[in-house]
């Protein structure tokens, strides 16, 4: 793994990293196909993105193309090109990521909406439904994120209990 790919990889904290399976590889912060085929400035913008979002400046495709040095409508090609999916949609899972991340740790939806870079609850929940196919109810997190050891089975805890 590249250096860069680390520092992007390691900007995102524990809980956000067990949001990821929720999401998917399309919206997770580690999914660039391959590090090493990411064009240089647009790794300089991917290098940006974690900081910028956990202090609510701004993360528009004008920003971050003066970030890279390219114009806009090239780095959305040379982005999307290098990453696999356009800036917006990345920048949005990485907001979803993020209000799992806090919705797991017992925020509530306006709380978590509103760390994540959400306008409001109403917004996170609309994207949450439209993206997720759930809403953002800590509950259906919880069952989404329960993992049993691979002996664990029902036959196996009625016995045990």
Known sequence: MNR??????NGFNH???HARPLLGPQFDSTAIPNPTRVHPRVNQA???????????SD?????LAA?????????????TESVGIP??????GLRLQRACSELMAGATVTSAASRAGFSDAAHLT???RRMLGITPN?????????????????DSRARSG
């Open 87 to 92: 800036l917006r949609q990345y920048i949005l």
């Open 59 to 63: 993360v528009s495709l004008k920003t």
């Open 4 to 9: 860069n790919h680390s520092a992007i990889v």
């Open 46 to 56: 991917l290098r940006s993105i974690p900081k910028r979002l956990e202090n609510s």
């Open 67 to 79: 970030v890279s040095g390219l114009s806009p409508s090239r780095f959305m090609h040379i982005f």
């Open 138 to 154: 800590r509950s259906l997190l919880a069952k989404a994120f329960t993992f049993h050891r691979p002996n664990d089975s029902p």
């Open 126 to 128: 609309k994207t949450f």
């Open 15 to 17: 809980s956000e990293r």
